[in-house]
């Protein structure tokens, strides 16, 4: 009990659709108000046979039923598809909106970045903001004062304190805005895909700055889409989906039945109706599937073994030069690579009517771990006329079973890069300073 | 070339031996790549958690959906009062940035309204004035109509305004109608100083009377903070109020006293236009500045007790309608 800085018990969360479109006229309170006392007839005979039919259209659970507990000190995160109520439950808990059921108990100061630089005025200076988004954020002046040289360190913007910070770059502005979140001295932090901005060097900075929070005793709980940075920063989290809490643990496998889970893509997508396949009245796809050199459709694919990725398309006007071309993204959201058809048969000849199915085949040891999403698309190239381009038509996952023989070898720890070839490396032995000093220490060591 | 993309290698994997930099990834590396095939000298130290504050003193904050009536939370207003100043700072900082004239804006507008009414209320129409020279005797109530009508405006579409704070942190929501009151007191200490000197060119001494302005000055702000509220609330799930918003302030200047004078109005019917906040505030200003016209009577309780419920029951509706406010807004 005296450990836990987060709990939540049956947390529900229920919207009325349109409402966090759509602003209600004066007009249509108005018509409520007349039409209420006959509504309230009707609904009275409808709630003593329970059908709701109205309301039930008209609201949607963005959460259902979250419970979990964070301990003190420990980094937490949060994942889960798009939409799946991430953000709501990160609300919740920063108070900024009540849940409908349930309740949640935090012991400590609440810190919440949901975004970065709240409040920030583009006419102020960067000494300005600092203070007024300090003291929105909860700190006191004093504290601010106290933290302000430290902050604009950390930011590297000292030569611009004084500039308003309408004239600062983009990158400039965020690492300000971090900075001065990063320096919040509260026991619980709740954050929000804020890693997500900024350029690679400070995204780096910020998660040292996170880590360090960590090791100082504070409880930070983190939203994200960015897998890595969740098994990196976190050693437990949380998956949701369908509104409720769909699996908690290590972060390893959490992440990892996330990415079995498919992303919503799957290893083989058909559009068995040609009216509504992405295409037009040139070329329409049809099909594409992640298939093993042995042709079997899988999702899964032995890091050593080549991939083909088929796409089956109908051409519907006939004279047409078309490529096709695919498109590689990894579940960081980089893209990889995009690859162009290059089969001499129909390179530079116009195609008949009729189907094709083209494959592209990617070598094996060439990608790295990981689940790669596929977007598939038709061009003609001259001029660029783009026929589709389905993006998430298909997901795959690339494993390593660890046999030794891949690229990573024995070792079978996290592997960073993208790629992963397996490289011809070459030794020679026994050339000049075989008998220097050197080589005795290493010997020593092994 | 390569010697930077060494080095950035080395970083992204291994900034725990870097100085300058924090532990990059702690808990990867005690079992990574790097660490384990370089360096197995390295005993990762492994941070345990310190707690710097024992958990009898960390504050409990508990979340749940809230039922029937809620308190105002005045004692959580008073802890976030640097937030409440650090608003109202920045409003009055923003508010004449890039203006050629700056502040001297607080004056213009009531200068000139001032100069207008004197023109065809004061000169042309004859309109009485209570033995007062006209030009006094209006900018005396555009002083605090010129307050509330400011006050009222940004503290209506401050909800609005302040949408993204609203949206993606937690203070008390009371914090932002509220600033945007207080702002609107600089113009009015500026457009102030113009009422001295005119005084002075005019020979008028103020009573002990003046001791009552800071009384008047706090009515004309909670009348602008209480409709304030409705309005601002409204305005978070309604837009409509955005629109009307310009259109009720002018026809509330006109029939507030503000370019005529309340004895205008039939003596019997004088508690009756107290309902009318606005003209118990501006008789009771003009009274405790100039201490020439009449001290206001009933007119002025009958306006107190008005401002008093439109105040309190305005808390209570925002308080209620708060809590919707991330999601609506």
Known sequence: MTDIAIRCEGIAKQYRIGERERYRALRDVITDMVTAPFRRVRSASQDSSHV??????????????????????????????NGVGKSTLLKILSR????????????????????????????????????????????????????FDEIVAFAEVEKFIDTPVKRYSSGMYMRLAF?????????????????????????????????????????????????????????????????????????????????????????QRQWDNIEKAP???????????????????????????????????????????????????????VYLFAASDHDPKWHRRPRPRGRFVSTAWIPGNFLSEGTLTVGAAVSTMDPVVVHFFERDAIAFHVVDSLDGDSARGDYAGPFPGVVRPLLKWTTEYGLGIAASPLAGVEDGNR | MAEIDVAQFLACVCCRFDSNIQPYLPRALENSYISEMTFTEATPSRATP?????????????????????????????????????????????????TALGAAWAVIQPLFTMLVFTLFFGRLAKVPSDGIPYPLFSYTALLPWQLFAYALTESSNSV???????????????????????????????????????????????????????????????????????????????????????????????????????????????????LNPMAGVIEGFRWALLGKSQAPGTMLWV???????????????????????ADVV
């Not at chain 1, 309301?55 to 889960?80: C, P, Y």
């Not at chain 1, 042709?295 to 078309?322: A, H, N, S, Y």
């Not at chain 2, 009720?248 to 205008?264: D, M």
Request: proline share 4%; hydrophobic share 45%.
């Open chain 1, 52 to 81: 709701n039919g109205n309301n039930k259209e008209t609201r949607f659970w963005a959460l259902k039923d979250v419970s979990f507990e964070i301990k003190r000190g420990e980094v937490a995160g949060i994942i889960g598809r």
């Open chain 1, 96 to 147: 900024i909106t009540e849940p409908t059921r349930g309740s949640a108990d935090l012991w400590g100061r609440v810190g919440s970045l949901l975004e970065v630089g709240t409040g920030f005025h583009p006419e102020l200076t960067g000494r300005d903001n600092i203070f007024l988004n300090g003291a929105i954020l909860g700190m006191r002046k004093t504290e601010i004062a106290r933290k």
């Open chain 1, 179 to 267: 900075a001065v979140a990063a320096h919040l001295e509260l026991e619980i932090l709740l954050v929000d895909e804020v890693l997500a901005v900024g350029d690679a060097s400070f995204q780096k900075k910020c998660l040292n700055k996170m880590q360090s929070l960590s090791e100082h005793g504070r409880t930070v709980l983190l939203v994200s889409h960015n897998m890595s940075s969740v098994t990196r920063l976190c050693e437990r989290t949380i998956l949701l989906d369908d509104g409720s809490v769909a699996c908690d643990g290590r972060s390893q496998e959490v992440v990892s039945v996330y990415l079995q889970s498919g992303v919503g893509a799957s290893a």
């Open chain 1, 279 to 333: 295409g037009n009245d040139v070329v329409r796809l049809r099909a594409v599937r992640v298939r093993t050199e042995t042709g079997e459709v899988t999702d899964t694919i032995d890091i050593r073994r080549p991939i083909g990725i088929e796409m089956e398309f109908d051409v519907l006007k006939p004279g047409c030069l078309l490529v096709p071309n695919l498109h590689f993204v990894n579940e960081e959201g």
């Open chain 2, 50 to 98: 310190a707690p710097s504050v024992g958990q009898s003193a960390l504050p409990h904050t508990r979340i749940e959906p809230s039922k029937g009536w809620i308190s105002l939370g005045l004692r959580e207003l008073w802890q976030y009062r640097e937030l409440l100043f650090f608003l109202a700072w920045r409003d009055i900082k923003v508010r004449y940035k890039q």
């Open chain 2, 160 to 274: 609005v305004a302040n949408e993204r704070l609203i949206t993606k942190v937690y203070f008390p929501r009371l914090v932002v109608p509220l600033a945007s009151i207080v702002a609107g007191l600089v113009d009015f200490v500026i457009a102030f100083a113009l009422v001295i000197a005119m005084m002075i060119w005019y020979g008028v001494r103020p009573t002990l009377a003046v001791l009552t302005l800071p009384f008047f000055v706090i009515l004309t702000m909670a009348t602008a903070f209480g409709v304030g509220l409705w309005l601002s609330a409204l305005n978070a799930q309604y837009r409509d109020v955005r629109y009307t918003l310009t259109f009720i302030v002018q026809l509330w200047l006109f029939a507030s006293p503000v370019a005529y004078s309340s004895t205008l109005v039939p003596a019997r019917w004088r508690p009756f236009y107290g």
């Open chain 2, 303 to 325: 306006s107190v007790v008005v401002v008093a419920l439109v105040l309190v029951g305005g808390l209570y509706y925002y308080r209620r309608m708060e809590k919707t406010f």
